[in-house]
């Protein structure tokens, strides 16, 4: 048997389930973190950072499903829509704590701050391109709109992965290396989506 059907078989007895457990149990750690001064003396920026990178981090690992699948043999695919809700779970978190703790609520700075800075500009962009993905992530949104088109409208995965990407590298002002994994990444998963297969249209 090889390692891709060992991973296969071992993935169709793993629910999703845990998945959502996890990700919702992360934050509430990462805030208790912040309130008992594990994050240094930033706490908020700490938090709001460290959601922001899962988030991507999220986003990333959901666009390797694709690849994993047409080029290894390996079929995720069960844990996408878990990985897609809680990465936007984590970009909402993300926001909040940015505009709540960061800003406090001043919606005329906050407004002036996503028009003024890029980098809050293409956060703002990623945010809301996962929306509709996010409210039509169930079967009934799949039925509704038919598979086609809900395969088109979830090309705005896409869009978000990128924005996030060019978000965090805009963010930094020294510009390590890190933030330019990360968009090299997406930018190399979206071009291997962009090889043709035979007889089958990426998804």
Not at 10 to 22: Q, V
Not at 39 to 63: F, N
Not at 180 to 187: D, M, N, P, S, T
Request: a positive charge; charged letters at 15%; one cysteine or more.
């Amino acid at each position: 048997m090889s390692v891709a059907d060992r991973i296969n078989r071992a993935a169709r007895r793993l629910p999703a389930w845990p998945i959502y457990l996890i990700g919702a149990a992360l934050p509430v750690w990462l805030f208790w973190q912040g309130t008992t001064g594990g994050l240094g003396i930033d706490p908020v920026k700490a938090i709001e950072q460290r959601l922001g990178l899962w988030a991507l981090k999220l986003i990333v690992a959901g666009l390797c499903i694709t690849p994993l699948r047409r080029f290894a043999g390996v079929n995720l695919i069960r844990y996408r829509r878990a990985i897609g809700l809680v990465a936007f779970f984590y970009v909402v978190l993300h926001f909040l704590t940015w505009l709540v703790l960061d800003m406090g609520l001043l919606w005329s700075q906050a407004l002036g701050d996503i028009a003024k800075r890029p980098y809050v500009t293409v956060g703002m962009v990623g945010l809301l391109a996962l929306m509709p993905l996010a409210l039509t992530s169930n079967d009934w949104s799949v039925r509704r709109l038919g598979a086609l088109r809900w395969r088109l409208l979830h090309r705005l995965t896409y869009l978000a992965a990128i924005a996030g990407a060019v978000h965090f590298l805009w963010l930094v002002k020294a510009w390590p290396v890190e933030p330019f994994l990360y968009l090299g990444a997406v930018l190399g998963l979206l071009a291997l989506r962009a090889i043709p297969r035979r007889g089958r249209t990426a998804a």
